[in-house]
């Protein structure tokens, strides 16, 4: 039987969001999707999915079109779709309290006020699955963080985005390959 795996990414859709912060999630599919020669090409339960395989198991790269606050519905339909046990699933999001350039992944726990996450918890049921968190660090001075996360990254911290991509991707097909512990040894940290 063919083991099947969906990775959803984080984000909102539409062109002004896509170099936010918070759209950091979906930037690491874009990642992914390169890296493994696959093309976002349907849409499917309120999603843009691409799918394709990887050293023998099926990969679903989804980004939720729902807008942040409603991903659990993108979420819990390519779930139910595809049959999929919880351990099959890992969710890439943006992380305020971890700061940019840091990684971590974990098998559980809440949503750490993500609101997206917030969103695919109560819709699951569960938080009994993979996430990656990346970071994005705190916003500066008395910024509201919803303004913070809105905003696109700075030129100056693009070198260290793409450094911070490259490894959630390289933990993502580790993920896939060897296990979420595997993966959170090899990964978890400061990509510096």
Avoid: C
């Amino acid at each position: 039987m063919t083991e099947t795996y969906l990775i959803v990414g984080l984000g909102n859709p539409g062109r002004e969001y896509r170099e936010t912060r918070h759209n950091i999630g979906f930037m690491l599919l874009d990642r992914l999707a390169v890296k493994l020669d696959l093309r976002f090409t349907r849409l499917q339960s309120r999603a843009l999915v691409a799918d394709g395989w990887y050293q023998e198991r099926k990969i679903l790269l989804a980004k939720p079109q729902t807008f942040m606050n409603l991903s659990g519905q993108a979420v819990q339909g390519l779930m139910r779709f595809y049959q999929l046990p919880l351990d099959r699933l890992l969710v890439a999001h943006d992380h305020l309290d971890l700061p940019l350039g840091v990684l971590r992944l974990r098998p559980d726990g809440g949503a750490g006020g993500q609101r997206g996450m917030e969103s695919i918890l109560e819709r699951l049921g569960s938080d009994d699955f993979a996430r990656l968190r990346l970071g994005i660090g705190r916003p500066p001075g008395q910024m509201d963080p919803a303004a913070y996360v809105l905003q696109d990254f700075a030129p100056a911290e693009r070198p260290l985005l793409s450094d911070v991509l490259e490894r959630a991707a390289e933990a993502v097909l580790t993920w896939v390959t060897d296990g979420l512990e595997a993966a959170m040894n090899r990964f978890n940290g400061s990509v510096a």
